[in-house]
């Protein structure tokens, strides 16, 4: 068969590993033993519930075998195997969207890149570190044709028919000549095995050949001698007394190819109505695919230990997609379909208990604001999804946000908020939006400040814009911007605010006769102390909810038009109330408006009329 071109993302991959400068290249090994153990937890998942292979016999195991002489490492399993599709969709192209984010994020820079493998684990590709070439030959079980795909890793690959008399994969790599004393040796994969994959819940075994001494003619002969070299016991189901803290981190980098250690993991045994067992997971880095929409999930499904399903994002729900780990359970039915499993009342109870734990592991965390923070870092943005989503624990949730603010320096979380407020307050003030320093510095803040009101400063406006509203409230205190709420009270009496309306009664209306429909309104207000003008948003009007909820959903909606409240106390404004310059109040009525945007991050739509319009008032000065 003619040689095929892999997809340019795997041969950017590839490249990097034949050039990679990285030092842990042991890896290859744990990556391969757990594709093989996946392998076989399909098969034995499927000759359990698939008629057609409820017959065949076979006992679950992988092997190892190396070859000094012949500069060769050789792992086989029995598993479900792979047919030409398979071998082309897994090996060929690149089908996980967190992989191609993977090569997204590659810089070209070999130091940097080789950082970024350490980070991510790449599953089969990571052979070609160590490889001069590399031969899968491969039957799938229920199929009479087996395959070989053959390649060097240099950007082609080739597949053929061959023979196999059983199901199940064979990798056969030839070592790189300063790889060989390295990995063909004994000692060196025995070690490697208890490291990494002592846990996997197969035998692995290791064939080799040992010299040995015959007693009588003292004459040396090689004896071929098979070993199991790994504990073979799932690790979920020990005793979490027996389980040390590097056998947790190994197991995670097996079921999760990273190659960091967790920040932290939730092992639970739970006994009564459901009897089940959950080991999760929390990686120190949020996966590459977390935002994408194809993202995979990380919660493989067992029952009574025997592999289901690990593509079912049902299992938890997605604001928690970066969770890794194991769910099994003693009560489900091992010929439980995906069908039945979304609807399933064991698996919803499952999913629920599992939940609150995690929340509670997470509050837990907080307690340890430096380790809390990188948590929050990695994951907030995910956390602020669960609070708009997850009703039922919308509370919990909310306990573990964290939000910039206008009091303290870093970060800092509604009930340290509520602490910090004045008695006679009763809402969470925030204000949204792109950049951190615009909002810092923004005119609405200044009556806050003054009246010595602490604000929070939400600055993922993506996000923030679209679920903020819908928190509603904690522990009663209402959720309220600053951008369409009434300004902090003021000592001024109603006798004064509407003696100061009718002063500036004929300037507002011509300021909103100049900008039309640029505006919704144009009134004075006690919000500003050094700013001229402020633009905010009707609170009351029905588009700014409609606004949110098509965001929510990911359309596009016109904004609706601001009010521009002017500072009756500013020079500017007192000024322009006793101008008689027409020309002159209508550049000024859009500067304010235009100055008032610019302050709050807002794009005006006119730059080069501001710009006229401004040449045109200083020329006025002089």
Same mark, same amino acid.
């Given at each position: 068969?003619?040689?095929?071109?892999?997809?340019?993302?795997?041969?950017?991959?590839?490249?990097?590993?034949?050039?990679?400068?990285?030092?842990?290249? %042991?890896?290859?090994?744990?990556?391969?033993?757990?594709?093989?153990?996946?392998?076989?937890?399909?098969? @034995?998942?499927?000759?359990?519930?698939?008629?057609?292979?409820?017959?065949?016999?076979?006992?679950?195991?992988?092997?190892?075998?190396?070859?000094?002489?012949?500069?060769?490492?050789?792992?086989?399993?029995?598993?479900?195997?792979?047919?030409?599709?398979?071998?082309?969709?897994?090996?060929?192209?690149?089908?996980?969207?967190?992989?191609?984010?993977?090569?997204?994020?590659?810089?070209?820079?070999?130091?940097?890149?080789?950082?970024?493998?350490?980070?991510?684990?790449?599953?089969?590709?990571?052979?070609?570190?160590?490889?001069?070439?590399?031969?899968?030959?491969? @039957? =799938?079980?229920?199929?009479?044709?087996?395959?070989?795909?053959?390649?060097?890793?240099?950007?082609?690959?080739?597949?053929?028919?061959?023979?196999?008399?059983?199901?199940?994969?064979?990798?056969?790599?030839?070592?790189?000549?300063?790889?060989?004393?390295?990995?063909?040796?004994?000692? $060196?994969?025995?070690?490697?095995?208890?490291?990494?994959?002592?846990?996997?819940?197969?035998?692995?075994?290791?064939?080799?050949?040992?010299?040995?001494?015959?007693?009588?003619?003292?004459?040396?002969?090689? %004896?071929?001698?098979?070993?199991?070299?790994?504990?073979?016991?799932?690790?979920?189901?020990?005793?979490?007394?027996?389980?040390?803290?590097?056998?947790?981190?190994?197991?995670?980098?097996?079921?999760?190819? /990273?190659?960091?250690?967790?920040?932290?993991?939730?092992?639970?045994?739970?006994?009564?109505?459901?009897?089940?067992?959950?080991?999760?997971?929390?990686?120190?880095? +949020?996966?590459?695919?977390?935002?994408?929409?194809?993202?995979?999930?990380?919660?493989?499904?067992? &029952? @009574?230990?025997?592999?289901?399903?690990?593509?079912?994002?049902?299992?938890?729900?997605?604001?928690? $997609?970066?969770?890794?780990?194991?769910?099994?359970?003693?009560?489900?039915?091992?010929?439980?379909?995906?069908?039945?499993?979304?609807?399933?009342?064991?698996? +919803?109870?499952?999913?629920?208990?599992? &939940? @609150?734990?995690?929340?509670?592991?997470?509050?837990?965390?907080?307690?340890?604001?430096?380790?809390?923070? =990188?948590?929050?870092?990695?994951?907030?943005? +995910?956390?602020?999804?669960?609070?708009?989503?997850?009703?039922?624990?919308?509370?919990?949730?909310?306990?573990?946000?964290?939000?910039?603010?206008?009091?303290?320096?870093?970060?800092?979380?509604?009930?340290?908020?509520?602490?910090?407020?004045?008695?006679?307050?009763?809402?969470?003030?925030?204000?949204?939006?792109?950049?951190?320093?615009?909002?810092?510095?923004?005119?609405?803040?200044?009556?806050?400040?003054?009246?010595?009101?602490?604000?929070?400063?939400?600055?993922?406006?993506?996000? /923030?814009?679209?679920?903020?509203?819908?928190?509603?409230?904690?522990?009663?205190?209402?959720?309220?911007?600053?951008?369409?709420?009434?300004?902090?009270?003021?000592?001024?009496?109603?006798?004064?605010?509407?003696?100061?309306?009718?002063?500036?009664?004929?300037?507002?209306?011509?300021?909103?006769?100049?900008?039309?429909?640029?505006?919704?309104?144009?009134?004075?207000?006690? $919000?500003?102390?050094?700013?001229?003008?402020?633009?905010?948003?009707?609170?009351?009007?029905?588009?700014?909810?409609?606004?949110?909820?098509?965001?929510?959903?990911?359309?596009?909606?016109?904004?609706?038009?601001?009010?521009?409240?002017?500072?009756?106390?500013?020079?500017?404004?007192?000024?322009?109330?006793?101008?008689?310059?027409?020309?002159?109040?209508?550049?000024?009525?859009?500067?304010?408006? /235009?100055?008032?945007?610019?302050?709050?991050?807002?794009?005006?739509?006119?730059?080069?009329?501001?710009?006229?319009?401004?040449?045109?008032?200083?020329?006025?000065?002089?």
């Amino acid at each position: 068969m003619a040689k095929q071109q892999f997809q340019t993302e795997v041969g950017q991959l590839l490249y990097l590993m034949t050039h990679s400068l990285y030092s842990n290249k %042991e890896i290859f090994i744990r990556e391969l033993v757990s594709n093989s153990s996946d392998a076989i937890d399909k098969l @034995k998942y499927l000759t359990l519930t698939d008629e057609s292979l409820k017959s065949l016999e076979w006992t679950p195991q992988i092997s190892i075998s190396f070859d000094k002489d012949d500069k060769s490492l050789t792992i086989v399993d029995n598993g479900i195997g792979m047919d030409e599709t398979d071998l082309i969709n897994n090996i060929g192209t690149i089908a996980k969207s967190g992989t191609k984010s993977f090569v997204e994020k590659l810089t070209g820079d070999a130091k940097k890149d080789s950082n970024l493998i350490g980070q991510f684990g790449v599953g089969f590709y990571s052979v070609f570190m160590v490889a001069d070439y590399v031969d899968v030959i491969t @039957k =799938k079980a229920g199929s009479e044709q087996a395959y070989k795909w053959s390649s060097d890793g240099r950007g082609e690959f080739e597949i053929k028919p061959v023979t196999k008399e059983s199901q199940g994969t064979v990798i056969y790599i030839k070592l790189k000549d300063d790889e060989v004393e390295d990995f063909a040796s004994k000692h $060196r994969i025995e070690t490697i095995i208890k490291k990494y994959s002592n846990h996997i819940a197969y035998p692995i075994f290791l064939n080799y050949k040992e010299e040995v001494e015959n007693e009588e003619t003292k004459e040396k002969t090689l %004896e071929s001698k098979k070993e199991q070299i790994n504990a073979a016991t799932a690790l979920w189901t020990l005793p979490k007394s027996k389980v040390k803290p590097e056998e947790y981190n190994e197991f995670y980098k097996s079921i999760s190819h /990273d190659s960091s250690d967790p920040l932290l993991h939730v092992h639970t045994k739970a006994e009564g109505v459901n009897n089940y067992t959950t080991l999760f997971y929390v990686p120190q880095k +949020a996966p590459f695919d977390m935002y994408r929409v194809d993202y995979q999930s990380g919660v493989k499904l067992y &029952v @009574k230990r025997v592999f289901i399903t690990d593509d079912d994002k049902e299992l938890l729900p997605t604001y928690l $997609r970066f969770v890794r780990g194991i769910i099994d359970s003693e009560d489900l039915p091992l010929n439980v379909s995906r069908e039945i499993l979304q609807e399933n009342r064991i698996l +919803a109870n499952i999913k629920q208990s599992s &939940v @609150k734990k995690l929340l509670g592991e997470f509050k837990k965390l907080s307690e340890d604001k430096e380790k809390y923070e =990188k948590f929050y870092k990695e994951f907030g943005r +995910a956390l602020k999804e669960g609070a708009y989503q997850d009703f039922t624990n919308k509370e919990a949730i909310l306990e573990l946000l964290r939000y910039k603010s206008t009091k303290v320096e870093g970060m800092t979380s509604f009930a340290e908020y509520k602490d910090r407020a004045s008695t006679e307050q009763k809402a969470i003030y925030y204000i949204v939006g792109e950049n951190e320093k615009i909002l810092r510095s923004s005119p609405l803040l200044e009556s806050y400040k003054k009246a010595d009101i602490e604000v929070l400063i939400l600055d993922d406006k993506e996000i /923030d814009d679209i679920i903020t509203p819908a928190f509603g409230a904690y522990q009663e205190w209402q959720f309220k911007d600053i951008t369409s709420c009434e300004a902090p009270s003021t000592e001024q009496s109603e006798e004064e605010k509407k003696e100061i309306e009718e002063k500036y009664k004929s300037i507002v209306e011509k300021i909103k006769s100049n900008l039309g429909d640029a505006v919704k309104d144009v009134k004075v207000t006690n $919000r500003l102390s050094d700013s001229p003008s402020c633009v905010v948003k009707d609170g009351n009007d029905p588009m700014a909810s409609m606004a949110h909820m098509f965001r929510a959903m990911g359309q596009e909606m016109p904004e609706s038009a601001p009010i521009l409240e002017i500072n009756p106390e500013h020079d500017i404004i007192k000024k322009l109330n006793g101008c008689a310059d027409d020309s002159l109040i209508a550049d000024i009525s859009w500067l304010l408006l /235009d100055n008032a945007k610019i302050s709050e991050g807002i794009e005006i739509k006119d730059p080069i009329g501001f710009a006229k319009r401004l040449n045109s008032v200083m020329a006025k000065v002089f």
